[in-house]
């Protein structure tokens, strides 16, 4: 089968990091890693397993991390070379083991973490035994290689590819009336889903979205869906992410400006803009809670100065090792900072239910619609274009590019 499949040697790490220096189309040319190839089809590695062949694989931030060659180190040791790119999915059933409790000809979102349950551990661990298995201690251990999901694990395939397999545990049924466009946006929609849940208190309270982009917009709709008595302020980079962060329910959204988005955001919340002997203003005041759904250490430095004293400050998007972030609001206005990674079982309405399960039915009920998201969509062959355009999004106007093995 046709697969884009990574393989990161040291030698190639650092031959294309030193040309990517002067040519940023040394990521997308032949000298890359990460290269679309044929490989043989996996074979179900036990009875409750099941084959799917992919339908759209959508294009993450983390993928556009490891295509940058971007991602910490510190990671690779949850994952097994040479894998399969792509963990947002959707497709359907083309073999089921006799206990994979799903029929072929099924369509299905394959959650894509590789927690006890799919690595044949019969004990879970702590984490995975208080519903928490995104914090699973056993990512490099059990029955697979080493990874923490589908995208990183060398045995599973990936959603760019034509054909992943799944555990039982992993398989989400998709209503009927979901488009396959609509479907693949629901892991990304359980990772804005797990935060806002965790997080963000019920009652009123100002949340910053720090970042317009696919998770940054899937937060939006998040909050407005399960706390609608929140006030959403959005800062987006690019106009026509603006335009949709207000469709799927801001309550105001601030653009880019020369000093920054202080003095909106201090107007927006009655907070009082102070300016130091050097650097950006700081503010007496500011948001309840900022969703950092970004990475840089521009975007994290915004959201500590912009979060109150004593407010959060979540990590949802992807901070590797980050440098120039001034921390100083953690401890002289005592803002608490949280780090958060993908999804598990969430507490809502008095009941516990995955994230996964959840993000599926807010799209199914129509609380939730993500469809204006996707904006380009190419064929498997066409992956490097389909990069092109995901990473220039200014130009290209681009929110969500998905591929089509």
């Known amino acids: 089968m046709k697969a884009v499949v990574a393989n990161i040697t040291v030698p190639r790490y650092l031959i294309t ?22 490989i043989a089809e996996p074979h179900l590695p036990g009875p409750d397993w099941a084959r799917v062949r992919v339908s759209l694989g ?13 991602t910490s180190p510190s990671a690779s040791v949850y994952a097994s070379m040479p894998f399969v790119v792509g963990h947002e ?22 959650e894509p973490l590789l927690p006890c349950a799919t690595r044949g551990f019969a004990d879970p661990c702590p984490a995975c035994a208080r519903g928490d298995y995104n914090l699973c201690s056993r990512f490099a251990e059990g029955t697979l290689s080493p990874g ?35 479907a693949v946006l629901v892991e990304p929609l359980a990772v ?9 208190p019920p009652e009123t309270a100002t949340v910053l979205v720090v970042g317009a982009g696919p998770i940054g917009l899937a937060a939006v709709a998040t909050l407005r ?48 803009l102070l300016r130091p002997v050097l650097g950006p ?37 992807l901070a590797g090792v980050v440098r120039g972030v001034d921390w100083t609001p953690i401890w002289l206005r005592e803002v608490r ?41 190419f064929p498997l062959a066409e992956y490097r274009r389909a990069l092109e355009v995901a990473l220039d999004k200014r130009r290209h106007r681009a929110i969500k590019v998905v591929l089509k093995p």
Do not use: K
């Open 281 to 317: 203003p700081v503010l007496t005041g500011g948001v309840d809670v900022a969703l950092e759904c970004v990475g840089s250490a521009r975007s994290i430095d915004d959201a500590l100065r912009l979060t109150r004293a004593g407010g959060v400050v979540v990590l949802v998007g």
């Open 58 to 70: 959508g294009i993450c931030g983390s993928d556009l991390h490891l295509v940058q060659l971007e």
């Open 337 to 377: 900072v949280h780090g958060t990674f993908c999804y598990a079982h969430e507490r809502v309405d008095g009941r516990t239910v995955r994230a996964m399960t959840l993000a599926m039915d807010l799209l199914t009920s129509g609380r939730v619609d993500l469809s204006p998201l996707i904006t380009h969509t």
């Open 89 to 110: 999915n959707v497709g359907t059933v083309v073999e089921a083991g006799p206990a994979a409790g799903v029929s072929v000809g099924a369509r299905v979102v394959v």
């Open 225 to 272: 869906a399960l706390r609608p008595a929140a006030r959403v302020v959005v800062l987006a980079r690019h106009a026509h992410q603006a335009d949709l962060a207000r469709r799927l329910g801001a309550s105001s959204v601030i653009g880019p400006s020369r000093g920054g988005p202080y003095r909106e955001i201090a107007a927006e919340v009655g907070a009082r």
């Open 192 to 200: 804005a889903v797990h935060p806002v849940l965790r997080f963000v």
């Open 148 to 182: 923490l999901g589908h995208g990183a694990c060398r045995d599973v395939g990936g959603s760019w590819g034509e054909v992943m397999l799944a555990h039982r545990s992993s398989l989400i049924p998709v209503p009927p009336r979901l488009t396959d466009d609509q």
């Open 17 to 38: 990091r030193g040309a990517g220096r002067l040519w940023r189309q040394a990521f997308l040319s032949r000298i890359s890693p990460i290269r679309l190839t044929d």
